[in-house]
């Protein structure tokens, strides 16, 4: 009788044991990852950064829902600098991806990267980017299980929501995942579909989409404000989207179990030091950019002061999930640091000057340029527009000069871009 008893006592056992297996089929312990980089986005023009315009309830909302870093620099004003910057931790000067010598520099195949990284810890790594700097041709694929690449990707944001959201439910999503979510939307030319056209601008875009300076490169009255109307609408646009994005991720049931980080390549400038676009210089417009951080064990409705970087996105995320940060790495974990030491946070990589470089230490930001060996200094906090030129801190100074020095670590690929790339780059801006 005991006998026969212990076997059912057995079997009814390994039966409740394969149940729970079974039930927790596709589920994980590790959190799910994305990551968010919407390309030139000017953190000042958001709702959650006291812009004035109502540009983005939604990711003022995920900001609500997270953390916020106010103060969060680019390590580069343009695309395939700050991007190399956001996948491996390092700074511009270090990577060396850029463009110089007549070549653009693409990422070292043997330099691990935020994709490599989680993908050898069993996450299934996904993309979904929108201009070919982020794709094969500068080694920004690699690590990808599931890649989708579209190189003239302005106004597709609702098609790479769609072709997010039919990932999830196709055959090649699995738990844990890591998807790098990238849209080009705010990009110039600022054409916002529909209605958003005439969320900030009364006439809509009137036939001007992108910029259309006078000969001696000066801009008429008024055009630098409707560019601006036009991309504030561009970004309630994206965030319009990004609120169905969100939704499909409740929908299915992630939502409770995913972190998502958001996040930009570079800002915007319109006319502030009598430019326009971005890659051109260091100041603000084009290196202030936006990072939050929702999800599972983060601590909701919080600022951090923190001056942080780009390359602290990558060590962030590692620390985040218990993993040791590489020695390599020259970011740090800025999540609930609190930290009280000021530190350094260089940025470099101008188009027309890759040897200009620049330091933000505090509120003492350093300029500097090998053309006349011309240096500048600003507070940022007492004059964000940078305009009220101060006498330049030498010892700043020395380590701006320091930064401009350091050797390149990494060997990256150079890549001769074809006619056919110039010629969607020159209509993107990028090439003048």
Not at 115 to 123: F, I, P, Q, S
Request: hydrophobic share 40%; charged share 20%; glycine share 10%.
């Amino acid at each position: 009788m005991s006998h026969r008893y212990g076997a059912l006592e057995r079997l009814l056992t390994a039966s409740l044991i394969l149940l729970m297996l079974v039930s927790s089929c596709g589920k994980t312990e590790k959190p799910n990852i994305v990551l968010i980089i919407i390309d030139t986005l000017n953190a000042d023009h958001l709702g959650c950064y006291n812009y004035y315009r109502n540009t983005s309830p939604v990711i003022d909302s995920l900001a609500s829902s997270g953390t916020m870093w106010a103060r969060m620099q680019a390590q580069a004003p343009w695309t395939l600098p700050g991007m190399v910057s956001i996948y491996t931790g390092l700074t511009e000067r270090t990577h060396g991806c850029n463009d110089y010598d007549g070549y653009s520099h693409g990422l070292d195949p043997e330099l691990p990267t935020i994709v490599t990284m989680l993908n050898d810890l069993g996450y299934n790594t996904a993309g979904f980017v929108n201009i070919n700097y982020l794709g094969s041709v500068f080694g920004m694929d690699i690590g990808f299980e599931y890649f989708l690449l579209d190189d003239e990707g302005h106004g597709r944001a609702a098609e790479t929501v769609d072709q997010f959201i039919s990932w999830l439910d196709g055959d090649e999503f699995s738990e844990p995942f890591f998807v790098v979510f990238h849209l080009f939307d705010a990009h110039a030319p600022y054409d916002p579909p529909g209605g958003f056209a005439t969320a900030f601008s009364e006439f809509g875009t009137m036939g001007v989409t992108n910029w259309q300076p006078n000969e001696d490169g000066s801009v008429p009255p008024g055009h630098a404000e409707h560019m601006c109307a036009l991309y504030d609408a561009e970004i309630l646009w994206i965030d319009s989207q990004l609120s169905r994005m969100f939704q499909g991720i409740r929908q299915r049931l992630l939502s409770e179990n995913t972190l998502i980080v958001f996040t930009a390549d570079h800002g915007e400038e319109f006319m502030e030091h009598g430019q326009w676009g971005h890659s051109q210089n260091l100041y603000q417009q084009s290196l202030h950019i936006p990072l939050i951080m929702s999800g599972p064990g983060i601590p909701e409705n919080r600022v951090d002061s923190t001056v942080a970087g780009q390359f602290d996105i990558l060590p962030t995320v590692l620390a985040y999930l218990g993993e040791d940060i590489p020695g390599r790495i020259e970011g740090i974990n800025v999540l609930g640091s609190d930290m009280t030491e000021i530190r350094d946070i260089p940025s470099s990589g101008v188009r027309s000057d890759s040897s200009q470089v620049t330091i933000l230490n505090g509120n003492k930001k350093v300029i500097w340029s090998p053309v006349g060996d011309c240096s500048e200094m600003f507070d940022i906090v007492a004059d964000p527009f940078e305009t009220d030129y101060l006498d330049v801190d030498s010892i700043l100074l020395s380590r701006v000069l320091e930064y401009w020095a350091w050797p390149r670590l990494w060997e990256p690929t150079s890549t001769q871009l074809g006619i056919i790339e110039k010629k969607k780059l020159e209509s993107l801006g990028y090439i003048r």
